[in-house]
């Protein structure tokens, strides 16, 4: 148990739905990250929020939409997604911006039909 | 190639032996951290090693930086069969001269040890 948690843990959902992704950190961490894990690539940094404000992001689709309402909770939003999309979404926090260790949750398994 | 690449793919061993893997990296850093990752699940962080140390000890974990080689490598003595997980690197980069740089992760070692 990291602190980092993160619901739903499996998701199985269509390119026309829309659905939610949260993550929350009882840690007290000001930074938290979303990454995309696919099967034989590098972890791959999506989103950065620091003190609830966005500082990366990494190129990621707009069909694919962050939200930090405080800094314990972090939310993707997720429409129109493609089979592509379907992967491992770690959430993850750490005490500063990058330069500490990241706590990470379960993950959630998305699959796109 | 990738900032941290890890060395090698896949490892398989008997319980009892020694595990070694070995990451590469290009820029210059600010740390580099090594993760387990169990089967579907997230990382969990087992090290954090600074750029100017050499060597550091956690339990059964021994991680050592040759930044002049940009390299890495983590040893696991005595290995159990729940050591059984995949093992990344990740590097914080240094970017232009402060130490807030991102963390880049390598595609990881699977680490397999038979009871």
């Known amino acids: 148990e990291t602190g980092v948690t993160q619901t739903p843990r499996h998701l199985v959902m269509g390119m026309t739905n829309k659905k939610s992704l949260k993550c929350e950190q009882h840690l007290g961490h000001n930074a938290m990250y979303w990454y995309k894990q696919s099967a034989k690539k590098p972890l791959e940094l999506m989103f950065v929020y620091n003190f609830k404000e966005q500082t990366e992001n990494n190129s990621v689709p707009s069909r694919f939409s962050p939200e930090c309402p405080n800094s314990s909770h972090l939310f993707l939003h997720l429409h129109t997604l493609q089979p592509e999309d379907s992967a491992l979404y770690l959430c993850?926090?750490?005490?500063?911006?990058?330069?500490?260790?990241?706590?990470f949750g379960p993950g959630t398994r998305l699959t796109v039909t | 190639s990738q900032q941290g690449e890890e060395d090698p793919q896949a490892l398989s061993i008997q319980e009892g032996e020694n595990a070694t893997m070995n990451c590469s990296y290009k820029t210059s850093i600010n740390n580099l951290q090594w993760y387990r990752q169990n089967s579907g699940r997230g990382l969990v962080h087992l090290i954090l090693?600074?750029?100017?140390?050499r060597e550091k000890h956690s339990g059964r974990l021994r991680v050592t930086l040759d930044t002049s080689k940009k390299s890495s490598s983590l040893l696991i003595t005595a290995s159990r069969a729940a050591d059984t997980a995949s093992y990344f690197c990740?590097?914080?980069?240094?970017?232009?001269?402060?130490?807030?740089?991102?963390?880049?992760f390598g595609q990881g070692t699977i680490l397999t040890v038979h009871p």
């Open positions: 090693i600074r750029s100017n140390e």
């Open positions: 990740a590097t914080v980069a240094v970017d232009g001269g402060t130490s807030y740089g991102k963390l880049t």
């Open positions: 993850a926090s750490s005490q500063e911006y990058f330069s500490y260790e990241q706590y």
